[in-house]
Nanobody
Framework: QLQLVESGGGLVQPGGSLRLSCAASGFALDKKAIGWFRQAPGQEREGVSCVGVPDVHQWYADSVKGRFTNSRDNAQKSVYLQMNSLQPEDTAVYYC???????????????WGQGTLVTVSS
């Protein structure tokens, strides 16, 4: 059974950093594109980033480009989102998601994790 478990969220001051982890089980992580999404209070869920197969294929939303970085460790069955220079507008519940497509592209339906809350506040 496919399972994604996020961790690493918390409270951080503006300008700070966090690293989110997404632990995967029940499927071959090295064959799936993994995306990060976020949902702020009162707003729709939006795409943040994605790491495809192979890992050279990456995508970032303009709002996080240059601040957030994807990485994947297939041996640890985990994907990470390093978030630097965090701002209050980055406050949201962050979700990782595995794209169901066998293409390895960041496109199409996904399976979701449960989310982890990131709060950026002084």
């Amino acid at each position: 059974q496919l399972q994604l478990v996020e961790s690493g969220g918390g409270l951080v001051q503006p300008g700070g950093s966090l690293r989110l982890s997404c632990a995967a089980s029940g499927f071959a992580l090295d064959k799936k594109a993994i995306g990060w999404f976020r949902q702020a209070p009162g707003q729709e869920r939006e795409g943040v980033s994605c790491v495809g197969v192979p890992d050279v294929h990456q995508w970032y939303a303009d709002s996080v480009k240059g601040r957030f970085t994807n990485s994947r460790d297939n041996a640890q069955k985990s994907v990470y989102l390093q978030m630097n220079s965090l701002q209050p507008e980055d406050t949201a519940v962050y979700y990782c998601a595995a794209y169901r497509s066998a293409s390895g592209y960041c496109d199409g339906p996904v399976d979701w994790g449960q989310g982890t809350l990131v709060t950026v506040s002084s």
